[in-house]
């Protein structure tokens, strides 16, 4: 079967010369739903901008169901690959949230009689119906954070690439995330601090440090592992318990 995400022998410098990515090996099937671990610094977010070619590794190949990320199949593969950003600024850009919502699919040619209807499914999945007509600058942080999925959503991407998605959010807000998430049955790679959310969502999580994969295991193997979360800078919140 062909993978949804192949990442193969990954390397890429900054500018600076700074290493972010030492050689990055990960195979995604469709269907499946990774957690993507890692302390500040390990390359995590770099690892997702090469997923849509926002980045292009000095080394390597990423491919999404079979086509490579090149220049020439970046339209392709931004249409399959949605990526949800880090910070919600940097993919909300339009003077209404309507319009954010609208611009992917319009960008990806949804017929314009359909664009109304995409905007409010997407818009009502992440309970921001009413604020259609607001500017998302005038929004609180975390309700930028659901306009910014919905643009994502609106596009119906193959598979879906979360950058911390439960942050900045309310408690009530995270779980309805996560029930959204769970009930889109897509392909999803989410990088997280936040290792009950992973456990929730992802059946698999791989561990990055300092550029390169250092585990691949069931979320609940890993979290388990002690050791290896110390020797990695990562800890389950106090108290929290795995049963
Ligand atoms: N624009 C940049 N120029 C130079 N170095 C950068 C740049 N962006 C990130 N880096 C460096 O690359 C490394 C990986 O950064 P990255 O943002 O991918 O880490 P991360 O795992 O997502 O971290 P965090 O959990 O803190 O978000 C870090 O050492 C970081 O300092």
Partial sequence: ??????????????????????????????????????????????????????????????????????????????????????DPDDQLFMPTV????????????VPEADVPARVREALSAVGMEAHADRSPMHLSGGQRRRVALATVLACDPDILVLDEPS?????????????????LGRTMLMVSHDLPYALQLCPRSVLIDRGVVVADRPTRDLLADRDLLAAHRLELPWGFRLD
């Avoid at 995400?5 to 195979?27: I, Q």
């Avoid at 000095?58 to 079979?66: D, H, I, L």
């Fill in 167 to 183: 942050s900045n959010l309310e408690p009530l807000a995270r779980r309805e995330l996560a029930e959204l998430l769970l009930g």
């Fill in 98 to 109: 309507a319009e954010d919502v609208a611009f992917g699919p319009r960008n990806f040619g």
């Fill in 1 to 86: 079967m062909t993978a949804a995400l192949l990442v193969k022998d990954l390397e890429f410098s900054y500018p600076d010369g700074h290493r972010a990515l030492a050689g990055v090996d990960l195979r995604v099937e469709p269907g499946e739903r990774v957690a993507v671990l890692g302390p500040n610094g390990a390359g995590k977010t770099t690892l997702v901008l090469h997923l849509n070619g926002v980045l292009t590794g000095t080394r390597g190949q990423v491919e999404v169901a079979g086509v490579p990320v090149r220049k020439r199949t970046l339209k392709e593969i931004r249409r399959r690959v949605g990526v949800v950003f880090q």
